[in-house]
Structure formats: structure tokens, C-alpha cells
């Protein structure tokens, strides 16, 4: 190859060596731009992430068990409280106060249950005289009209002189009927019993009469059997209709029971 072309060849391999070279700089500084993009995508990824953990804890504070945000907020039961304090006398309403306490705290206390039941509250605050009743009864009777199905609960204890002897329940469901269920005293000297019956939840409690069939003739006899009476009370979980209640062996019990067993 002629010595003249040699210095031609050089610069061209030189000026497309530089070519190249002046390139790798910026795919080198492409490559790190798409990596801190990529960093910045999972650090606000990452944030929000964390935001949204930050709102749903707060939410679940001020949420019932059902997830839903209460209706009976702390401005709400001010608000309502207010209102029939201001309208009492103009609607001839007694006191909240006179049956059922102090209406903001006992409206912090319905907060928790189910929206159906702070909702039957607030109707109860705004519309109910609560003069023969209380503001429980009110509520249960507004989310549970009519006949409902309850769990009953009763303990009785101090039978040790009768194990083993039938016990007859009756539970008052009008003046002039009683549903009857059977149990038997246990060895440690107690009855117990746990049934499902249609009550009026209104009512915060429920009468069961009982006899222990000492002679096991199956009659109640008030000379011979142990008789008496039980109130079983509604439980303050407004959502979960349940009566319990306990007693303790009488010394005089009631021979009335008889006349309706």
C-alpha cells in the first residue's frame, strides 16, 4: 500500500474510534437515568404503599366491627342530645336523663354496634318520650320488632341435696301461656339450661318459672317440689339478642308457680 494513503487511513480509523467513544458516555448515562427512575418508581411504590397501610389503620380506629365508618360520632351525639334537650318541653318528653343515664356517654356506648342499631338510636333520642321506658328498651324494640328469636341462659345453683331429680322450666311468653322445657339437677348440685325461644325483645327481661320434681310424679307440687322463679336479663350487645341469668337455691321459694306450671 503506497506510504501516501497510510495517514488518510489513520484519521478515519481515529475519527470513528472517537465516534464510538463520544457515544459510550451517554448510553452509559441513559443505562443510569432508567435505574434511578426505576429507584424513584419503587420509593413512591413503596410510599404509597405506606400511606394507604397509614389510612386503612385509621379507618379500622374509627370503624365498627362491620368496617363501616360509625354514624354516632362524638358531634352527632352532641348534636342529637342537644336537640331533645332544647325540644323537651315543647314535645312534653321526659328526660333522657330520668331512665337511661347521660345521653352523650350512652351515645359514645351504641357507637360500636352495627349500623341498624345506632341508626334505631338516634330514632329513639329523636322521637321516643322515654318516660315508661329506657332508651335499651326502645332500641332493642325498634331493631327487633315484633316476636324474635333469642338465646335464653340459666344457671341455678345449691341443689346438692337433689341431684338427679327433674327440673321443669316454664318461660312466660303471654298472661296465659308458658313454653315448657325439662333439664335435671347435675352432680355438682346445679341445673343449667341454654334454649332458643321467640321473645319480645323489648322487654329487658324474662320471667322463667321453675320446679324441681323432688317426688317425680311429674306434677308440680308446692307441698313436696322446690318452686321458684328466675328473671333472665337482655345482655347489653344490642346486636346479639341473648337473655342469661343465674340464681341460687331459696330457702322460701314461690308456691305460686304452680298455678301456672
Known sequence: MPSSRLPMLFLLNLCVALCFGACAPTLGDSDGDDDDAAGAD????????????????????????DGVDPFLTAEECDRMCTERENLNDAL??????????????????????????QEAFALCVANDPLCFTNIHD????????????????????????????PVVLGLEITANE?????????????????????????????????????????????????????QLDRDSNIDELVFSGSAELRQEGGEWVCDFM
Open 42 to 65: 419503587d420509593d413512591d411504590a413503596a410510599n404509597d404503599d405506606d400511606a394507604a397501610n397509614d389510612d386503612d389503620a385509621a379507618n379500622d380506629d374509627d370503624a365498627t366491627d
Open 178 to 230: 308458658m313454653s315448657i322445657r325439662e333439664t335435671e339437677v347435675t352432680a355438682g348440685g346445679e341445673f343449667v339450661a341454654t334454649w332458643t325461644e321467640e321473645v319480645s325483645a323489648r322487654r329487658s327481661t324474662q320471667l322463667v318459672l321453675y320446679f324441681v320434681d323432688v317426688n317425680e310424679n311429674g306434677e308440680c307440687d308446692p307441698a313436696d317440689d322446690l318452686t321458684d322463679s328466675i
Open 138 to 165: 326502645c332500641v332493642a324494640g325498634t331493631v327487633y320488632p315484633g316476636a324474635t328469636t333469642a338465646l335464653l341462659n340459666l344457671t341455678a345453683t345449691g341443689f346438692e341435696d337433689h341431684v338427679g331429680k
Open 92 to 117: 312534653g318528653f321526659c328526660s333522657f336523663e330520668a331512665t337511661s343515664g347521660d345521653c352523650r356517654e350512652v351515645c359514645s356506648d351504641y357507637a360500636v354496634f352495627r349500623p341498624g342499631t
